[in-house]
């Protein structure tokens, strides 16, 4: 496993909605360890109340304008072996063998008891699938977790495609957050392009962005 940014650590066993909102307002997201693990991170979250579109996000949209999402609740009963291996093959690519494995996919897809994640988000392009993201969603915000696509597909930027997506889809959803993750490698910058992005210091939420930056030097 990598090292993940992380100055706190919990395990919970109240899954309540209000328990975990509180936890994300604190700056904890669920990981993948384990049911209850969370890890209190340099998180960043959309405040979707102030989330407008931007030229280079309206461009982006219309390069993937074919791409449909649908959300389907976990445990996910349509599960079949090639998630988990287009999710360990893009996780491999991406950020080393072994980050993510296919049998962990599993799991985390279709064993409520050992998984803090409760949603599906399916992308698909002229009806043929090419992407997920792992998420957790109550009423209060959607958290886009872990993201995988086919790296072979031709369309361009169908990661931030997804992404965008996701926003929107929580926006028209009324949630008031979308959570992003944590910002803490140099490829993390992408996710500084959204208006209404806000990022957990330590101690509180900041829209600094320049502040943000400079955490990585």
Known sequence: MPNYLKWQEKNIIDFSARNI????DDGFI?????KGAMNQTRS???DLKKFLLSSENRRVLKKINSLELTVAPLPYSH?????????KD???????????????VKEILTEKEKSNFNKLLTYSLDEKIVGYCIAYANSNFLHYSYPFYNLSETQSNLGMGMMLQA????QKENKKYIYLGSFQRPTDVYKLQFAGLEWFDEKKWSKNLEDLKRSLI
């Open 21 to 24: 909102t509180s936890l994300y």
């Open 167 to 170: 926003i929107m889809h929580a």
């Open 79 to 87: 599960y079949h072996w090639s998630i988990g291996k287009l999710a």
């Open 90 to 104: 893009f996780y491999d690519i991406k950020f080393g063998e072994g980050i993510f494995t296919a049998n962990k």
């Open 44 to 46: 960043l979250r959309i």
């Open 30 to 34: 669920f990981t993948r360890i384990n």
